[in-house]
């Protein structure tokens, strides 16, 4: 038992662990609708789009928080509007900026001649969330999955059959910006948890093995939940006990998560 209880003795691994599990079950439940719709490829994309909205506010001495929400709802919104020219494609945009996005942020960084902060940029350090980093994060999260509450319908009829949404007068183009946007500020309270590089996986993997034990949209955003709130919990302590990074170990907990789902179905079907 003691197991359980050693790590919660200290503030900052509570913090950690309730952040972990805020950012889980909002990435989690996004994410539902991003697999759905096949868009995981664009939170992808903005997750790297965030990195030099970090570095300048880093620079500038500002939040953190706010050079990437700026960063990436600015890529978001860029992408949809760019994409209403029919000569060029959104999967190409998708590609295409935030990756010039990226090498931005990597050449900011170039300048600074450190690369302490780097790591955490792009890894994450769910293990220094502040008390400020928490309300934030909590404050997003409270948006984000309000928003999912009050236009779940919508959401769902557009993520399962976008053409008769369409067809019934539904603003499908406000739903996927609405999508985007709220897509962004996921990825802005995934990036304390894993970084840019691998929040990715948070919206991804969970929903991902939720899916291979149900069709059913509602049972899968809840079982997504619970997996993301098990890799958040379960890669602090591997974290914790193992002295590795928090981020890596988070995702490669919801990995796990994945096989184990997968390997149920395998043996349930045999």
């Not at 304390?192 to 991902?208: K, S």
Request: aromatic fraction near 12%; proline fraction near 2%; glycine fraction near 8%.
């Amino acid at each position: 038992m003691h197991y359980l209880t050693d790590p919660l003795q200290y503030v900052f691994i509570q913090r950690a662990i309730l952040a972990a599990v805020i950012i889980g079950v909002v990435c989690a439940a996004l994410g539902t609708f991003v697999v759905l719709r096949r868009m995981a490829v664009v939170g992808h994309a903005l997750t790297h789009s965030a990195l030099p909205g970090l570095v300048i506010a880093y620079l500038m001495g500002g939040s953190l928080f706010a050079g990437a929400l700026i960063a990436t709802v600015m890529t978001a919104l860029g992408i949809g509007y760019l994409a209403r020219d029919e000569s060029v494609y959104e999967d190409t945009l998708v590609g295409m900026v935030p990756n010039i996005m990226f090498a931005f942020g990597i050449l900011l960084i170039s300048t600074t001649k450190s690369f302490r902060d780097l790591f955490s940029m792009l890894f994450g350090n769910i293990l220094g969330v502040t008390e400020g980093d928490l309300h934030l994060i909590m404050l997003i999260a409270a948006v984000s999955l309000l928003a999912l509450f009050l236009f779940y319908k919508e959401l769902k009829l557009f993520s399962v059959d976008p053409d008769y949404a369409k067809t019934i007068g539904m603003p499908v183009k406000a739903l996927h910006y609405g999508i985007l946007l709220f897509l962004s500020f996921t990825v802005v309270v995934g990036i304390q948890a894993v970084g840019t590089v691998l929040t990715n996986a948070l919206l991804v993997i969970p929903v991902a093995a939720a899916r291979l034990l149900t069709e059913r949209l509602g049972a899968m955003m809840a079982l997504s939940c619970v997996f993301a709130v098990l890799s958040a919990i379960g890669g602090i302590y591997l974290s914790y006990y193992f002295g590795t990074a928090s981020g890596a170990s988070i995702v490669m907990f919801a990995a796990v998560m994945f096989a184990g789902a997968w390997v149920y179905k395998f043996f349930r079907k045999a």
